[in-house]
């Protein structure tokens, strides 16, 4: 599987953007880059995803870099329901499993 | 949509003894994954089966692991003899066949086994 590395940890104050980086230096071309939130004693949930483009959706944004060798997830306006561990993910084509890292636990001081 | 249901939510088991894990995944989806979740792993994929067919079972940690999928809408994930180092929190997701489809993760099963 090709693998993702984030950051352990990171702090927001609340109501200002967050931004998550994510380094897939190995990313082939049929990887998806998707990325799901576990917010405490629930399961993990989808947040959003992409191949080549920016995404945009209601929960945040997704910014992939030209050689898809990284990107950075943002949250426009983090809120104290935003603190959980993020989690940055390739997704083949070639078969439809999603491995789980360790992830980024995000903190939002209010 | 429910979303994909798990049952029991808690388990408490003594070592040796069988446990079942149940999961209804969401009307319709193709996929369905057995997670398991532990402080020190973290998220695990142990199954994932394609219209009700094992696609790859690399994940299942030993032989006391089995994970069935009788019909679409029902799976169960069962542990015989149970240990102590099985407790875990258990997920199950579903989803489409399509890479654009998000998995949906289940509440979670948490086991306990003394």
């Known amino acids: ?110 | 949509d429910a979303g994909v249901i798990q049952s029991p939510r808690h388990e408490v088991t003594e070592m040796g003894q069988e446990v079942t894990l149940r999961c209804k995944p969401i009307s319709g989806h193709d996929y369905l994954f057995w997670y398991r979740q532990t402080m020190m792993r973290g998220l695990e994929l142990l199954i994932y089966f394609n219209n009700n067919v094992p696609i790859d079972d690399s994940g299942m940690p030993e032989d006391r692991f089995s994970a069935k999928m009788p019909n679409a809408s029902f799976s169960t994930l069962k542990i015989q003899p149970s240990e102590p180092r099985d407790s875990a929190v258990y997920f199950c997701a579903s989803s489409f066949i399509s890479m654009n489809s998000p998995l949906h993760f289940g509440n979670g099963t948490r086991l306990t086994v003394t």
Request: hydrophobic share 30%.
């Open chain 1, 1 to 110: 599987d090709a693998k993702t590395t984030q950051p352990n940890s990171m702090e927001s104050n609340e109501e200002e953007p967050v931004h998550l980086p994510c380094n897939h230096s190995t990313i082939s071309g049929t990887d998806y880059i998707h990325w799901y939130r576990q917010l405490p004693s629930q399961g993990p949930e989808y947040v959003i995803h992409g191949l080549t483009s920016n995404v945009n959706n209601r929960m945040a944004s997704l910014a992939i870099a030209e050689d898809r060798k990284s990107s950075t997830l943002i949250l426009h306006r983090a809120t104290l329901r935003d603190a959980a561990v993020y989690y940055c993910i390739l997704r083949s084509s070639n078969d439809y499993k999603l491995s789980f890292g360790a992830g980024t636990t995000v903190t939002v001081r209010a």
